[in-house]
């Protein structure tokens, strides 16, 4: 790797042919805005989760709904499942890593509530069982992954593939979804 202007502009080109290629998403990213729209008017909630960098774009879609994104709307029913570091090490201590997510899941989802499931290779444990127990409960599963989907992709109802193997653009694209589902959330329920 070189510090110089041509690896910055490399990097710049690869995010916008991963850019063009996510434009084919569209059909189940507006899929997954009409499924949080539905929920969010019966009074379900969304509970996000995922590890490091999803963990942290799971925080983001939450704050985004509850606070405000562009307009100051009304506050939207979200929860980041990696916020609350008690409950993660507890459940991670006494169950195991695996459940931390399923085991709030277990405890805080609802039918006809949302669970946006976020890990790059799809095949993220923990992710991979709180999406099991949601199928369990009645709760629709919204994946954002990569690559080939991983597991989530076989057991999530809608899941959105970003078409790169590139844990960092993957997660560039990420951010952009979660941004173009806050913005149709609130335009159509504010």
Known sequence: MSLSQSHVESIFQVH???????????????LAASAMVDSL???????A????????DAQH???????????NSQP???IALSTDPSTMTAIGNDYGFEETFARQVQALGQPGDILLAISTSGNSKNVVRAAQEAR???ISV??????????LKEISNICIVVPSESTPRIQ????????????MIEAELA
């Open 16 to 30: 916008s042919e991963v850019i063009a290629a996510s434009m084919r998403l569209s059909p189940q990213i507006v």
């Open 41 to 47: 008017r019966q009074n379900g909630k969304i509970l």
């Open 49 to 56: 989760c995922g590890n490091g960098g999803s963990a942290a």
């Open 61 to 71: 879609f939450a704050c985004e709904l509850v606070g405000r994104f562009i307009t």
């Open 76 to 78: 939207f029913g979200a």
């Open 136 to 138: 369990s409960k009645a």
């Open 142 to 151: 919204i994946a954002l992954t990569g690559g080939n989907g991983g597991h």
């Open 172 to 183: 560039e694209v990420h951010e952009l979804v979660i941004h173009i589902l806050c913005e």
